[in-house]
């Protein structure tokens, strides 16, 4: 992908390469393969209740266990991820589908096949899964952002072309023909992944502060998606007993993908914009928390469109995190099979959770009462128990003067402040390997570089060197420097963690204090740097000095 | 003089021939695919060509697989539902359905995995050669079995020796085109002479294949059945899809000759247009075959 200001748009707009088509055809095998997606187009005899729940817990817990089993090898055995996640996935979805089409052709075995079929199709859509995840973060952020949405955006086209194939032959294409392209595309691209970047190379165990610090800034962000994945777990669990809900979802999931694809696409070609998971919660909240209050109220043979509005907000949400594991990834050099076998884990966790709840209280729950308030009630408490947490809790820990904002009731701590009078604040030792030519601003520098001691998220703990930032928004220059800094990523199309860093090196800190202050590895200081050198096209860090100097 | 009698077969043909537009575009698609894939094949096989073209020629191998493929998906449309898909094969050997069926089955599935292999960083030498010969022989046993499954003797229309003869035909004039079609995708210069050459057995194929039809309506204006005292009487409008297919097909043949001429290659553009006009005469024709279906008993 070219840099230095030009678009991000690849040489082959607006023909899809193979990474953009062969996401797209992993979100339709997603789609008729996960939670039984594929059973619409089997007969009606052969989707019971039985069968359909077999089906779709078997495949659920499967597909969880995959994800936890991927993120705790990604941080024991990362070295593992690296070889045949493409075989992993690609021949358990085809063996899978072809359990449920012999169940149709043997009804003596039909139970034994659906469960088999199950567990083949959770842990093969989940290797899919880590093996596009796994490319789009080895990628520039731009293009592997881009080549995600791309994919996301053409699925719901190829997936409703499904439906114009005689429903014959339509369950045959999934194992015969889209998974083998599929496969084929995810090989092709992952050639061209470079596997020396420090996402690779990094052993996970050597760093475990770092890794544990992930978790930490971005527990919350997971909890978000994860109590929409509650919401659409009840609902998926509506569609045992209703096959009109089962197909709502299906089609919301689909049509929930290429409206966030859509419009993120859309945005980005005419706005700069930082988006997270966090913040997409806070905006679909109310929707979500509305639609599941609604379902006592709405007509049992309307229901199928609040299902169908709650799938596509999680659908929506989920695309979302799939790009922000893939920015982790990048910008702490972390094993990306870590970072999203975390998230995945917490999100299919509340899905189970939701399913089984649901599907329990259909079951338990008389027949004269409506399990719609069992899912309204349920539904909403967990979203706002998310969003509770989202918030911020109920922290009371110590913060500093800079986030207090006009009308906030002020507390100082009385107990530090008799502890530590102004005038007996020591200063920062120099740093002895730092070169930079901007003297009095390092200086200055590393005393305020030294990082806070109570544990505040990652974007407070560089706060003396920048401004508090919001939500993933990009830092507020303080000083001349910073300044500059946000200039030439605006030139050069830097991302915010490449600019911290270059105001870091400017600043003339070495590459294990920069490793200290951000927490992340040594390994990912220098493969930020190497991305910076080269979209500046400088080849030491005193260049970038000079060309910060010669700014006016 | 047109009668009552007329007026019902002629709707009756053209009944029968709206019923079974899958089929028509099976027996379109199909064959051609198949056609193509074995022209490539040998192509692949005896000519002089660098590894950078001929890698890029087996992938766009995909063409005239995809090509079989769609025909072979829109002919499952009259199955109704999955299971009938499997339970279509159990006739093998007894059933023209059920060997046309497999036959097709079994070339796509063999060409399908040697253009998955054609990405493979492995170089195969043994392998792949011999994994083309077997999917191009497969391509040849398709079009055998798709052109003798209109032998049915209770259907006095079609069990002629024309239908197999124009079915080949046909599959020689798609094949043609399409081969070029997928030549001249890959943007590569080709050997001329074997561009010329498919040039050539599409004009051959095209003039046999407009005097087997004709041989073949005129032979049916001398048939009968229980109602109608000329079988031909069906399908009255057969002589025209007769010459505008043939016109079409000429059309076809002669912008890629020009292209060739002009170029000294089928260009990309050309070799399209060429491609979608020959398959849409070939679809014409089927049409008019599918509205002579007439059996004994009508």
């Excluded at chain 1, 979302?320 to 594991?325: A, I, K, N, P, T």
């Excluded at chain 2, 051609?32 to 000519?47: K, N, V």
């Amino acid at each position: 992908m070219a840099n230095n200001g030009t678009s991000p748009l690849p040489k082959s707009w607006p023909i899809p390469n193979e990474a953009v088509l062969g996401y797209a055809l992993y979100l339709v095998i997603n789609a008729t393969s996960l939670w039984g997606g594929v059973f619409p187009f089997f007969p009606a005899d052969f989707h019971t209740e039985q069968t359909t729940f077999a089906f779709e817990i078997t495949q659920s817990i499967s597909f969880l266990a995959a994800f936890l089993a991927t993120a705790i090898g990604a941080y024991r055995y990362p070295q593992f991820l690296r070889r045949s996640l493409i075989v992993a996935g690609g021949v358990p979805l085809s063996v899978g589908a072809f359990c449920l089409i012999a169940a149709l052709y043997l009804p003596v075995f039909k139970m034994a096949f659906v469960v088999a079929g199950g567990i083949l199709l959770g842990v093969g859509g989940a290797g899919f899964s880590f093996a596009w995840q796994r490319y789009f973060a080895a990628e520039e952020p731009e293009a592997g952002n881009f080549y995600l949405l791309s994919g996301a955006l053409i699925a719901p086209v190829i997936f409703f072309c499904l439906y114009v194939v005689p429903i014959a032959v339509r369950v045959y294409l999934v194992p015969l023909i889209m998974v083998p392209l599929c496969g084929l595309c995810a090989v092709l691209s992952t050639r061209r992944i470079d596997f020396s970047q420090s996402q690779f190379e990094d052993v996970p165990r050597e760093h475990p502060r770092v890794y544990l610090r992930v978790i930490q800034d971005h527990w919350r962000s997971a909890l978000a998606v994860g109590a929409l994945g509650f919401a659409s777990g009840m609902v998926r669990a509506g569609a045992i007993s209703d096959i009109s809900m089962g197909d709502a979802t299906n089609i919301a999931s689909m049509i929930g993908t290429g409206v966030a694809a859509g419009l993120m696409l859309g945005l980005w070609m005419h706005r700069t914009y930082a988006i997270d998971s966090e913040r997409v919660f806070l905006v679909l909240f109310p929707i979500a928390a509305i639609c599941l209050l609604a379902f006592p109220l709405v007509p049992a043979n309307h229901l199928f469109v609040m299902a169908g509005i709650v799938y596509m907000i999680f659908t929506f949400a989920f695309t979302v995190m799939l790009l922000q594991c893939a920015q982790i990834s990048r910008d702490r050099g972390v094993n990306q099979g870590f970072v999203f076998g975390f998230f995945g884990s917490i999100v299919y966790t509340f899905q189970n959770v939701g399913f089984i709840f649901g599907y329990a209280s259909h079951m338990a729950l008389p027949v004269s009462v409506d399990d719609s308030f069992a899912t309204a009630l349920a539904g909403t408490f967990v979203l706002a128990l998310a969003l509770y947490f989202v918030r911020g809790g109920a922290r009371t820990n110590d913060v500093s003067a800079s986030v207090f904002r006009p009308d906030d009731v002020e507390f100082r701590a009385m107990k530090s402040a008799a502890q530590n009078p102004p005038e007996s604040r020591k200063d920062a030792e120099p740093d002895e390997t730092s070169t930079s030519a901007v003297k009095p601003a390092r200086k200055n520098a590393e005393i305020q570089e030294k990082p806070d001691q109570q544990s505040l998220p990652l974007e407070r703990s560089v706060e003396p060197l920048l401004d508090e930032p919001s939500h993933g928004d990009a830092p507020k220059a303080r000083d001349r420097i910073s300044l500059r800094c946000k200039e030439l990523q605006e030139r050069y199309r830097l991302t915010n963690r490449e600019t911290e860093i270059m105001e870091a090196i400017v600043r003339g800190n070495s590459v294990a204090r920069i490793a200290e202050i951000f927490f992340i590895s040594e390994n990912t200081v220098r493969t930020h740097s190497k991305h910076i050198y080269r979209k500046l096209d400088v080849h030491r860090r005193q260049d970038i000095i000079n060309m910060i100097d010669k700014m006016c | 003089m047109i009668t009552l009698d007329t007026i019902i077969g002629v709707g009756s043909g053209i009944s029968h021939a709206l019923d079974q537009l899958s089929l028509a575009l099976f027996t379109t698609t199909a064959p051609s695919g198949s056609f193509a894939f074995i022209l490539l094949a040998i192509y692949l096989l005896f000519a002089k060509i660098d590894d950078q073209a001929r890698r890029r020629l087996d992938h766009y191998l995909v063409i005239p697989i995809a090509v079989a493929l769609v025909g072979l998906i829109a002919s499952t449309n009259h199955l109704g539902k999955p299971a009938n898909s499997l339970y279509v094969l159990t006739g093998v050997g007894r059933s023209p359905l059920s060997n046309e069926v497999l036959a097709s089955v079994v070339f796509a599935g063999c060409a399908w995995i040697r253009w998955l292999l054609g990405y493979s960083s492995r170089p195969m030498k043994r392998f792949k050669p011999l994994l083309l010969v077997v999917a191009a022989f497969s391509g040849v046993i398709q079009i055998w079995f798709t052109s003798s499954a209109y032998s049915i003797p209770t259907v006095v229309s079609w069990n002629l020796a024309f239908t197999q003869v124009n079915q080949v035909l046909a599959a020689a004039m798609g094949g043609s085109m399409l081969a070029a079609c997928t030549l001249a995708a890959t943007k590569d210069a080709h050997s001329r002479s074997f561009e010329k050459a498919l040039v050539a057995i599409a004009a051959a194929a095209c003039v046999a294949a407009i005097v087997s039809q004709s041989l073949q309506y005129i032979k049916m204006e001398t048939l009968s059945s229980g109602l109608l005292s000329s079988v031909a009487s069906i399908a009255p409008f057969y002589p025209i899809c007769i010459a505008v297919s043939g016109a079409i097909a000429f059309g076809s043949i002669v912008l890629c000759s020009l292209s060739l001429r002009k170029n000294d290659l089928v260009t990309r553009r050309s070799g399209i247009v060429s491609c979608a006009l020959m398959l849409g005469a070939i679809f014409i024709i089927r049409f008019g075959f599918y509205a002579l279906y007439t059996t004994a008993g009508i």
